[in-house]
Nanobody
Framework: QVQLVESGGALVQTGGSLRLSCVAS????????MAWFRQAPGKEREFVAR?????????YYSETVKGRFTISRDQPKNTVYLQMNSLKPEDTAVYYC??????????????WGQGTEVTVSS
């Protein structure tokens, strides 16, 4: 099993920044691709960004967050971060950390955290 615990969600004004954290534990989580997804009220869960624990693994972003969000990892701390800058009201959602085979489809991820809520006020 892999356990994922997110934190860092908050209420922030338009144009503000937040950093989300995801602490991973459990068996061989280092072999998984780590991703952030988000789900806004009434909408499907959507891909935000992904990376791996190895320095050789590329990072990928959705077009809606590219240039504003940055995914990173701290291997000694078993933590993946999502730095979110220039936040917009449309970024409001519950953000989920996931571990799995990779890609942009939520079906490719086997393990999920409980989510952390981000609200961007206009």
């Amino acid at each position: 099993q892999v356990q994922l615990v997110e934190s860092g969600g908050a209420l922030v004004q338009t144009g503000g920044s937040l950093r989300l954290s995801c602490v991973a534990s459990g068996r061989t989580f280092g072999s998984f691709i780590m991703a952030w997804f988000r789900q806004a009220p009434g909408k499907e869960r959507e891909f935000v960004a992904r990376t791996g624990w190895s320095i050789n693994v590329n990072t990928y972003y959705s077009e809606t967050v590219k240039g504003r969000f940055t995914i990173s990892r701290d291997q000694p701390k078993n933590t993946v971060y999502l730095q979110m800058n220039s936040l917009k009201p449309e970024d409001t959602a519950v953000y989920y950390c996931a571990a799995g085979a990779g890609g942009s489809r939520k079906e490719s991820y086997e393990y999920w955290g409980q989510g952390t809520e981000v609200t961007v006020s206009s």
